[in-house]
């Protein structure tokens, strides 16, 4: 069931209760969701995030079992259902193949030409801070963005509307290389 949600009341001992909604789907893998975060998955990645910073930035968190690149898009409202999404701000990344280094980049996709890094479209990398791992064949990757980077080549994020969220990974770094398997959820609540 895309989209289904799920509202969770959660305690930590020594701390007052909070509520926590997650975004659900049926998938054949499931990832648990951190505590506070919303989730969705799709095509064997898990994309999870939570508002953070008096409401100024998204802090992500990027999962799928493979041992190259994994991607999140935001796309406003033409992502087909195969994945695609012209025009939509993506965050590739990779954890390279001896685990020492980590990249994590700020790209836009150009109306089905492909996405490349937003500052070879003149925009600027957006993402404020990042990390990595890749154990026992699960890539997870952690960044921040800004909610509104003021970049053409990003989208601005506002806290309760609707995106479709694009995911995507490969079993090579090459983040140039075309995925091994993409899906979209539609109509996520930010």
């Known amino acids: 069931m895309i989209g289904a949600e799920t509202t969770l009341d959660v305690s930590i001992s020594g701390h007052p209760s909070q509520t926590v909604q997650t975004i659900t789907e049926t998938h054949t893998r499931t990832e648990t969701p951190t505590v506070g975060y919303k989730s969705v998955t799709t095509a064997g990645v898990t994309f ?3 508002v953070v910073d008096s ?3 998204l802090d992500c968190i990027l999962t799928a079992t493979a041992t190259g690149w994994v991607a999140v898009g935001f796309h406003s409202n033409t992502a087909t259902a195969s994945g695609k999404g012209f025009f939509a701000n993506i965050i590739i990344g990779y954890v390279d193949l001896t685990g020492t280094s980590v990249s ?3 790209n836009y996709n150009d109306s089905g030409n492909g996405h490349g890094p937003d500052t070879s479209f003149t925009g600027a990398d957006d993402i404020i801070t990042y990390s ?3 154990i026992n064949g699960i890539t997870e990757l952690r960044f921040k963005i800004p909610l509104n980077s003021g970049d053409p080549y990003d989208l601005p994020l506002v806290v309760g509307d609707y995106y479709n ?3 995507a990974w490969d079993a090579d770094d090459d983040t140039t290389k075309r995925h091994d398997e993409r899906g979209v959820v539609p109509n996520t609540q930010l």
């Open 165 to 167: 969220i694009l995911l």
């Open 132 to 134: 990595g791992t890749e």
């Open 48 to 50: 999870q995030w939570m």
């Open 55 to 57: 409401g100024t930035n």
């Open 104 to 106: 994590v980049v700020d």
